[in-house]
């Protein structure tokens, strides 16, 4: 099960996607498989030369909050290879890019994975225009459903 920020593909024009891993822990873990993470207001960050994931609210798992009690919205860092934050540190030295998470998930092998996007803003016809294409497909597809 993989939790979308829909958001992101509202607000900015994605460029690039990285998969990270996340530093978690074990209740973490067992919430974000129950589909009680947010990703709304999350995004990224990279501090010397280490990148953060800022905002994203992972409930406490029911079970394990009276012994192992977690903040829900504390910085969790991604994990990426050195020469990728590296070639990302360069990239957001251009004007007006950025970097968004955009899908928590958990990997064949059952590691939570996090897609990040190098993303540059939207402005408010292109938002427009995407909302028109999304209507008229939608439209096509009803007519020629029938």
């Known amino acids: 099960m993989a939790l979308i920020n829909r958001r992101a593909r509202h607000e900015y024009h994605i460029i690039e996607t990285y998969e990270a891993g996340m530093m978690l822990l074990g209740p973490e873990v067992k ?60 990239k957001l030295k ?10 928590v998930y958990f990997n064949e092998r059952g590691y939570a994975k996090v897609q990040i996007g190098l993303a540059r803003g939207k402005k408010m016809h292109d938002k427009r225009q995407d909302s028109k294409d999304r209507d008229v497909k939608r439209d096509l597809q009803r007519k020629y459903k029938m």
């Open 31 to 90: 919430s974000i498989r129950t589909g009680q993470a947010n990703l709304a207001e999350a995004h990224c960050l990279i501090r010397n030369e280490r990148m953060l994931l800022i905002g994203c609210h992972i409930s406490p798992y029911k079970p394990a909050a009276r012994n192992n009690p977690v903040e829900p919205a504390r910085t969790r860092e991604l994990l990426l290879h050195k020469r990728e934050v590296l070639k990302l540190i360069g």
């Open 94 to 103: 251009e004007k007006g890019l950025t970097i968004v998470p955009l899908k």
